[in-house]
């Protein structure tokens, strides 16, 4: 996968592009991230990147001239075309039969789609991606209209810049690329995971998710300063186990994210520990 990132801040991405997974699948090829400087594609001596809005309005906003030569720049597929393969999947196609190339050009907006795991893993199978980082009060609507193919959010609330939300969004994608963690399984192992995307390997004893927060988790010592781990997760018995983390998953998505249970792929045995807890209280 190749990763391009647009600001106007190159020098913020040094360090969260340097450490962990992150490093290790750029080190391995699985990644490769280029940063481009939108200054570097200003006209004018005071490499200015942004102007007063049309109509009026506190603060600035960011021209579209450099963000359009900047992108236009990295040979991509025309927008129409990767909205298209958006649309259409990883199996889209042109007329005539052509495979539309697997890219997509990101505005980070805080009025773009809001970042969830499911768009992480779409965004993880695409062959490359560009996430330009807003800055100021907003970026020029032409950039969204005629440059971009989406727009997409980390949160709701509002950040200084892009920037951050680019870092969050390239963590969540590389990391889900086939390699880039030790264990491919433990992607699979995570809250927010799907329940789609675990039925086809079936349920084991570390009890995937399956759209619920994750289980607790403990390590040695067994006891420490009096608190100790849950006598089930000790005895050996891995159907238990199972049970036990997958009751507690349910407990805490109901406690802190009951709004994720309405997707959740809950099964016979969930609605059984569901009415246990709900007994209980």
Not at 113 to 126: F, G, P
Request: overall charge negative; glycine content about 10%; charged content about 30%.
């Amino acid at each position: 996968m190749k990763i391009d990132l647009v600001t106007i801040f190159p020098e913020f991405f040094r360090g969260p592009l340097d450490f962990g997974i992150l490093r290790r699948a750029r080190e391995a090829g699985l990644v490769e991230i280029s940063i481009h400087d939108l200054r570097e594609f200003t006209r004018d001596k005071h490499r200015t990147v942004d102007d007063r809005p049309f109509g009026g309005g506190e603060g600035m906003v960011l021209k579209p001239e450099p963000i359009f030569e900047c992108v236009e720049k990295l040979d991509l597929a025309p927008q129409a075309e990767r909205i298209v393969r958006r649309i259409g999947g990883l199996h889209a196609s042109l007329e005539g039969g052509q495979r539309v190339r697997n890219q997509s050009v990101i505005l980070l907006s805080a009025q773009g789609t809001r970042l969830n795991q499911a768009l992480a893993q779409e965004l993880a199978e695409l062959d490359r991606i560009v996430l330009i980082c807003g800055r100021y009060e907003g970026v020029d609507e032409r950039v969204s209209q005629y440059l971009a193919d989406r727009e997409i959010s980390i949160g709701d609330y509002v950040l200084s810049g892009g920037e951050l939300g680019a870092a969050v969004i390239v963590d969540t994608v590389v990391r889900l690329i086939p390699g880039a963690v030790g264990n491919d399984a433990s992607t699979k192992q995570e809250s927010f995971t799907s329940h789609a995307d675990i039925a086809s390997d079936g349920p084991s004893s570390t009890c995937v998710s399956g759209g619920l927060l994750d289980y607790p988790h403990y390590t040695r010592p067994a006891d420490f300063r009096g608190m100790a781990v849950p006598e089930v997760l000790v005895n050996g018995n891995h159907d238990e186990i199972r049970r036990w983390r997958r009751q507690q998953a349910l407990e805490k998505t109901l406690r802190n994210r009951p709004d994720l249970m309405e997707e959740a792929g809950l099964s016979e045995e969930d609605r059984e520990l569901l009415a246990r807890i709900e007994a209980r209280d």
